[in-house]
């Protein structure tokens, strides 16, 4: 088993900060990505920020600029950095990583139950 488990959502005022966090436990050998993706209500889930072991990062338009996206690989964890929060960002946010597992050698792809971010004055 592979578990992801997010942290750091909150209510926060427009031009606000949040630092969301996400540790991936469990039967882990190698994670290749580790991402963040949202979903506000009644719209699609939409890829926030992510970022491979090598490196790569990649924002969403509507964030680029705002937020950052980073990890630590010694810890199997990833962190979002969000700045100038505004009503749009109101969403719950998902980690995602892409895990190879210790007892199978498998690759798979895991999510984290989310965690609420509401951008409100």
């Known amino acids: 088993q592979v578990q992801l488990v997010e942290s750091g959502g909150d209510l926060v005022q427009p031009g606000g900060s949040l630092r969301l966090s996400c540790v991936a436990s469990?039967?882990?050998?190698?994670?290749?990505?580790m991402g963040w993706y949202r979903q506000a209500l009644g719209k699609q889930r939409e890829l926030v920020a992510s970022?491979?072991?090598?490196?790569?990062?990649t924002y969403g338009d509507s964030v680029q600029g705002r937020f950052t996206i980073s990890r630590d690989n010694a810890k199997n964890s990833a962190y979002l950095q969000m700045n100038s929060l505004n009503f749009e960002d109101t969403a719950v946010y998902y980690c995602?990583?892409?895990?190879?597992?210790?007892?199978?050698?498998?690759?798979?792809?895991?999510w984290g139950q989310g965690t609420r971010v509401t951008v409100s004055s």
């Open positions: 995602n990583a892409i895990v190879r597992r210790l007892s199978t050698n498998a690759w798979g792809d895991y």
């Open positions: 469990g039967d882990i050998s190698q994670i290749n990505f």
């Open positions: 970022l491979t072991t090598g490196g790569t990062t």
